[in-house]
């Protein structure tokens, strides 16, 4: 009997031990899956946040009577962006493949079905804040001249076509199957040519179809700088995109795992190392450190590494980051010389930096050096630069001749918040005769300067250091 009871225990015990186990095993797979909704959703938001930094960056390197403009069109490409790319651009990057060439499903999110697994919602989230990081990237070198209308109409066919179909190619797999790219082995980890390049490509043919701004070039042709008006925002600008980019790099994991430490370490490295590229770079130029390019040399440093953030090591980001900065200057003086008028260097953080990261992905791989791997990779930054300039440009051209591009020259020289919207960012300040920019490198004196309206009840004027 006591026999009996015994075996009938153990076996009771054995038998809640098991259950037990397998309870367990349940529960750490069910914490993984709800970690990696968590980060990739937190990820998401330091994306998002990135809207932010790209608005203070754009509007600090531009001009005071245009600030309002520039919000404005940093939030509208993010809402234009969300409905079209919810809508259409989904669709087309990650639905189920056309021969890896364009997706045929999942348009209006209807891949979501609720009561079952809700994960699309998760990685569209992460997604959509990516295409609107390539959409805003075309409002900084078309800044000061570009008529809203014609913004928004542009924001649209990014979001929807422009950039879907080329993610798709690359980036397809990550829920459906693989585009075309993928298939030959690219490797563009968080975007540097997905994201940065097109949208440095799409900002290219703007800024050549719209033409340079009022000023930019002397009559022999010569550029003048005409320096943004509040250095300050751009930096805090530059410090939000940096925390921005530890949502873009380490969250294209889409998952809670080891690798996020090293994808930060690379990503912080490298945009310290494109600092002092820049820094060293325009100090040996313009005999002075200049603040505005070493700001760019930060993001130059965060768009190359993006490729390659999770395949080459610490020493690699270092050095990646550092030759961005370098080659972001002489980038940025290169447009300049060459007629294109892009009034915070977008073209050259995001479109030559994108390739930069995107090649460096295979010349400093960490499992070694592959001359196949430099041909893929070069074959996708050259793919990315011939569906997107030509795209682009047909569409800004389409712009040009219905709607109209660009604002005439006297609302441009009033500024675009007083002819396009009617508003002031700075309404307790009144626009003042100036010093026109100064010809070459550096800080030169604002063609426009500010000074506080007259306070009447004392009689004075305050001038606005």
Known sequence: MIGKLLFGLLFFLSTSLVSVAAADEATAADVQTHLNYVWTL?????????QAGFALVETGLTRAKNA??????????????????????????????????????????????????????????????????????????MAERTKFVAYLIYSFVISAIIYPIFGGWAWGGLFHGKGWLENLGF?????????????????????????????????QGRPRAIPGHNLP????????????????????????????????????LAAAAGVVGSLITIWSI??????????????????GITAPCNNVSPTSAVIIGFLAGILVVFSVLAMDRIGVDDPVGAISVHGVCGVWGTLSAAIFHIEGFSWTQLG????????????????????FTIIKATVGLRVSAEEEIEGLDVGEHGESAYPDFVQVAGMPGAAGIGTAKPDM?????????????????
């Open 286 to 303: 313009a005999k002075k450190p200049d603040l505005a390019m070493s700001l760019n040399g930060a993001l130059a440093g965060l768009v």
């Open 376 to 395: 893929v990779q070069a074959l996708g930054a050259a793919a990315a630069f011939l569906w997107t300039f030509p795209l682009a440009y047909l569409t």
């Open 233 to 268: 925002l751009a930096t805090l600008g530059v410090f939000i995109l940096w925390i921005g980019w530890f949502g873009f790099n380490p969250g294209s994991t889409t998952a809670g795992i080891k690798d996020i430490a090293w994808i930060f370490v690379n990503t912080n």
């Open 68 to 141: 309002v403009n520039i919000m404005f069109k940093n939030l509208m490409d993010f809402c234009v962006g969300t409905l079209a790319f919810w809508a259409i651009g989904f669709g087309l990057m990650f639905g189920a493949t056309w021969g890896g060439w364009i997706g045929t499903s999942g348009f209006f999110l209807s891949d979501y079905v609720h009561g079952e697994d809700p994960w699309v919602l998760a990685f569209w989230m992460f997604q959509v804040v990516f295409c609107a990081t390539a959409a805003t990237i075309v409002s900084g070198a």
């Open 449 to 465: 300067a500010y000074a506080k309206k007259p306070n009447l009840a004392k009689g004075h004027v305050v001038t606005d250091s």
């Open 187 to 219: 490797i563009d980890f968080a975007g540097s040519t997905v994201v940065h390049s097109v949208g440095g490509w799409a900002a290219l043919a703007g800024a050549i179809v719209i033409g340079p701004r009022l000023g930019k070039y002397d009559a």
């Open 42 to 50: 937190i990820a998401a938001a330091l994306v998002f946040f990135m």
